[in-house]
């Protein structure tokens, strides 16, 4: 077994002890599209929303949640902490080196929100009537743009922050920002045209427009997934720059 596939089968064990990030990553998501999922209203059709239900709307809503907890909060705090303890500092010194760590905490939080992301489809599906995406391979791409941006803003926070508290302080200045881009508070297709062409720049309100036309069949439009792709560009290099192992 190499180093690397050591490192990640030693962290696997690890990130599944923790209850808690699993709840808020896998099952928090899942729990919000039930509650609103039985609000009797939400499940009618309207004319203002082109037919659909409010449930239709909110299930790519609740995999962009998934994938801002597993980005924006789980991820940073284990970076940081890894630093802020050392454990970085004295890999160095060994034949595995500390990106092996780092690339393994990304590959489980990934894989856990794109686990997330899977079980609301699917809850939505079976729980609640709403068709599966029209254009599977347009929700793909968008999905798999929206994860990369997801981790790379929590990389670039821990890359900011040099301690764990300071990750939960600098994670919730951006935190709260990208849950209401996402629509999690109001669906991005219900605020005022200005709002949403306004948020359309931001990547998880990019990402959210994109999911939302997956969805209804279409192919996103290159905008929305080129803004994501530009800010994972933008957030890999801030990581890149700022990170440190010590």
């Given at each position: 077994?190499?180093?690397?596939?050591?490192?990640?089968?030693?962290?696997?064990?690890?990130?599944?002890?923790e209850?808690?990030s699993?709840?808020?990553?896998v099952?928090?998501?899942?729990?919000?599209?039930?509650?609103l999922?039985l609000i009797?209203?939400?499940?009618?059709?309207?004319?203002d929303?082109?037919?659909?239900?409010?449930?239709?709307l909110y299930?790519?809503?609740?995999?962009?949640l998934?994938?801002?907890?597993?980005g924006?909060?789980a991820l940073?705090?284990?970076?940081?902490?890894?630093r802020?303890?050392?454990?970085l500092?004295?890999?160095?010194?060994t034949?595995?080196?500390?990106?092996?760590?780092?690339?393994?905490q990304?590959?489980l939080h990934?894989?856990?929100?794109?686990?997330a992301?899977?079980?609301?489809?699917?809850?939505?599906?079976?729980?609640?009537?709403?068709?599966?995406?029209?254009h599977l391979?347009?929700y793909?791409v968008?999905?798999?743009?929206a994860t990369?941006?997801?981790l790379?803003?929590?990389?670039?926070?821990?890359?900011?922050?040099?301690?764990?508290?300071?990750?939960?302080v600098?994670?919730?200045?951006f935190f709260?920002?990208m849950?209401?881009?996402a629509?999690v508070?109001?669906?991005?297709?219900?605020?005022?045209?200005?709002?949403?062409?306004?948020?359309?720049?931001?990547?998880?309100?990019?990402?959210?427009?994109a999911?939302?036309q997956?969805s209804?069949?279409d192919?996103?439009?290159?905008?929305h997934?080129?803004?994501?792709?530009?800010?994972t560009?933008?957030?890999?290099?801030?990581a890149?720059?700022?990170?440190?192992?010590?």
């Amino acid at each position: 077994m190499s180093a690397s596939a050591a490192v990640l089968k030693a962290e696997s064990r690890l990130f599944f002890r923790e209850p808690v990030s699993l709840f808020w990553i896998v099952a928090f998501p899942t729990v919000l599209l039930t509650i609103l999922g039985l609000i009797p209203a939400f499940r009618e059709h309207s004319s203002d929303l082109g037919g659909r239900r409010v449930v239709d709307l909110y299930v790519p809503v609740t995999v962009l949640l998934a994938l801002i907890m597993s980005g924006l909060q789980a991820l940073p705090p284990v970076l940081a902490g890894y630093r802020e303890r050392g454990i970085l500092r004295r890999m160095s010194t060994t034949p595995v080196r500390p990106v092996s760590l780092l690339g393994a905490q990304i590959v489980l939080h990934g894989a856990c929100a794109l686990g997330a992301a899977l079980l609301a489809i699917l809850v939505g599906r079976l729980g609640f009537g709403v068709a599966l995406p029209g254009h599977l391979l347009g929700y793909a791409v968008a999905l798999v743009l929206a994860t990369l941006s997801a981790l790379a803003m929590g990389a670039a926070i821990a890359s900011l922050a040099r301690t764990t508290k300071g990750t939960a302080v600098v994670g919730s200045v951006f935190f709260f920002p990208m849950m209401f881009a996402a629509g999690v508070y109001v669906p991005v297709q219900v605020m005022p045209d200005a709002l949403q062409r306004v948020l359309e720049f931001s990547p998880f309100g990019a990402a959210s427009q994109a999911l939302d036309q997956a969805s209804r069949g279409d192919w996103p439009e290159a905008t929305h997934l080129g803004v994501t792709a530009l800010w994972t560009a933008l957030l890999v290099w801030v990581a890149i720059r700022r990170f440190r192992w010590e």
